[in-house]
Structures are given as structure tokens and as C-alpha cells.
């Protein structure tokens, strides 16, 4: 019997990496995403395809009864990898701006890890893409970063409370990845943020919006592959005993060895100038 597991966000980078590397080397991958279209078009590419959207309790509920039905009633791995950001001040956030991202990075997700839990049981695995910013903020990504802290906050409490168990929960945290979530962040930053009225005004004219609407901002020196993420998804899902994270790109060394290592005056000082 092949094993099946489920992923999020499969229109493209990580999602649809993941997917067809996994489908090659024999899973059965259900590859969900938000549109019919990217659905139809991974259907056509040979995978199994159906909607799936955080923001949707229904979407989310129709995904997980199409999946058991598929697979009758079991799942061997989730791989939670859809989310997407709102550049910004912290103080130009609206509320509703942060409930709309926390609907989708945080509370979809583990929506559908308590929903699927139990077909999941004795043995599956659940692997949540995180972050470089999981493990460290940055200024103008403040919205992005709280959602990848609780991400990462909420894997461990899960894993700490199933540890008795067979399950498996599993954080990757990838640094630089070539991804369309600058791209498509710019819907939500033109939605949420006046940032002609903000107090950083100076701030978002000199650096985020030409980073941001830039067609040639060019690959980050630490930048990798999606296939990088996709290694270590592999290991987190196929190793005897995957470790509780995995990290990817020397970003994420360098910042985790930071965080450890340097005082918090001098990280301050370092990441406000970033």
C-alpha cells in the first residue's frame, strides 16, 4: 500500500515541489489548493487535486472528507505549507488585517491537523512549514512572523502532548526560498496598509515598496531551492526518527546561531537596521 499524506498550498514553490517529488518517489499526494484552476492544472500534471482553503471552515471540512474518502478513512502525513503575508509597520496593522492572517497561517492549519488527527492515528505525521522568522522577527514583517511563533509554539505542544504516542510533529524552517509570497503579498499590503499615513512613511518609500512591487530584486545570497525544503520533508517523513525541527538555508543557521549566541542589546541593534 502507498503511502498518502495531504499538502497545502501546491499552486507553486514549495507546495508543488513537494507534490510531484513526493508523487515520483511513490506517496500518494493529495495536493490541494485555494483555486479550481491550479487544481485542475496539477489534475492535468497527473496528481490528485482538490480544493482546500484556510480561511474557509467549510473548504476545510469538504477537504478532509474527500481525503478519508479516498483513502479510506486513514492518512499517513500532513504537510501544512500554505500561508502568505501583510508588509508592514506592526502599528499600521489593522485587527481585522490580523485576524484575516491568523486565519490562514495559524488556525486553518491546526483546523485541519484536529480534523485529521484521528485517521492519522496510531503512527502519521504532521509537518508544519514554518520559518526563518519562526525563530527570529524582522521589522515590516511583524503580522508574518507572530503567526510563524505560534506555529512553532503550537508543534511543540503537540508534540509534547502526544509523546507517548506514534504521532510525529514536525516544524521546517526555511530561510530564502525562491516562492511567489512577495508577489502575492502585495494584495494584502494594498488591501490593509495606509502607509501614506503612517509615522514610517519614510520607511516603506525608501525600502519596502521598491523591494516589494520590484521585478528585479534578485536571488538572496542564502537562497535555495524549493527542492531543499523538499529534502528535508522527505527525511521528516520517511527517517525512523525525525528530528522535532529541521532547518533550511545557512539563514536560518546563521539566525538561530544569533539568537543563542549574541546578547538581545546587539541583536537589536542589528536586525533594526535590516
Known sequence: MKK???ITGCSSGIGYDAAHTLHKRGWRVFATCRQEADCARLRAEGLESFQLDYSDEPSIATA???TLSRTGGKLDALFNNGAYAIPGATEDLPRDALRAIFEVNLFG??????QLLPAMRPAGRVVNCSSVLGISALRMRGAYCATKFAMEAMTDALRYENYQTGLKFISIQPGPIPTKIRSNSIPHFERWIDWKASAQRAVYEKKLIPRLYSDDNGPDRFELPCSAVTDKLIHALEAKNPKPRYMVTKATY???FMRRALP???LDHIYAGL
Do not use: G, H, M, N
Open 264 to 266: 538581545k542589546r546587539l
Open 109 to 114: 492549519q491546526f483546523d485541519l491537523i484536529a
Open 64 to 66: 478532509v472528507k474527500e
Open 4 to 6: 498518502s499524506i495531504l
Open 254 to 256: 546563521i539566525t538561530e
